[in-house]
């Protein structure tokens, strides 16, 4: 059974730092690209990053770029997203994303992590 479990959510104050790791089991996880959504209440669910298997390749959504930082550790079946200068409207559930192309093609969803940003 494939499991995504996120932590590291909370309540910060802008310009705040928080890390979120999303640990995975029951799959090959270096077969995986990792991607990190968002999702703000009343809006649709948004990409904020994304890194590939073995970890060469990353992008972001352009609200986040120089803030937001993902990266893996395929040792720890782990994959990160570091959120630094947060702001208001950072504000979401963020939620883990592993997925396998091609011929057995894989989508799997963490439960998701709120991450509050206020004064």
């Known amino acids: 059974q494939v499991q995504l479990v996120e932590s590291g959510g909370g309540l910060v104050q802008p310009t705040g730092s928080l890390r979120l790791s999303c640990a995975a089991s029951?799959?090959?996880?270096?077969?995986?690209?990792m991607r990190w959504y968002r999702q703000a209440p009343g809006k649709e669910r948004e990409l904020v990053a994304a890194?590939?298997?073995?970890?060469?390749?990353?992008n972001y959504a352009d609200s986040v770029k120089g803030r937001f930082t993902i990266s893996r550790d395929n040792a720890k079946n782990t994959v990160y997203l570091q959120m630094n200068n947060l702001k208001p409207e950072d504000t979401a559930v963020y939620y883990c994303?592993?997925?396998?192309?091609?011929?057995?093609?894989?989508?799997?969803w963490g439960q998701g992590t709120q991450v509050t940003v206020s004064s």
């Open positions: 029951g799959l090959i996880f270096s077969s995986y690209a």
């Open positions: 890194i590939t298997s073995a970890g060469g390749s990353t």
């Open positions: 994303n592993a997925v396998r192309g091609g011929t057995y093609y894989s989508d799997y």
